[in-house]
Nanobody, 125 residues
């Protein structure tokens, strides 16, 4: 019911920047929170940044001051601007969207949490 497409990952040197994008589509009625998570090899998935519908944001302590999350005016895309990248930022990054979706012809809504397929970010030292 919700499809998420991520882009913008890749290989960058220490100190460099990348901008991740995630676009949501499907039978979406409204989107609540949009977030980015990451999972490094051998580690648990962790929250990187989250942006709520009222544009309130929160960040993991490890990325504060370096990463910026934003949503576009259509409220169907979320971005993660990553600056001053270091090897510790190497991970697979996942887009996560919490939304109300239309589930039937009656217009009934259901709250769902959807995940993108993940995109690799590698920072070389």
């Amino acid at each position: 019911q919700v499809q998420l497409v991520e882009s913008g990952g890749g290989l960058v040197q220490t100190g460099g920047s990348l901008r991740l994008s995630c676009t949501a589509s499907g039978t979406i009625f409204s989107i609540d929170a949009m977030a980015w998570y990451r999972q490094a090899p051998g580690k648990q998935r962790e929250l990187v940044a989250r942006c709520f519908s009222e544009r309130r944001t929160n960040y993991a302590d490890s990325v504060k001051g370096r990463f910026t999350i934003s949503r576009d005016s259509t409220d169907r895309a979320v971005f993660l601007q990553m600056n001053s990248l270091g090897p510790e930022d190497t991970a697979v990054y996942y887009c996560n969207v919490d939304s109300y979706v239309v589930t039937s012809n009656s217009g009934a809504l259901r709250y769902v949490s959807s995940w993108g397929q993940g995109i690799q970010v590698t920072v070389s030292s």
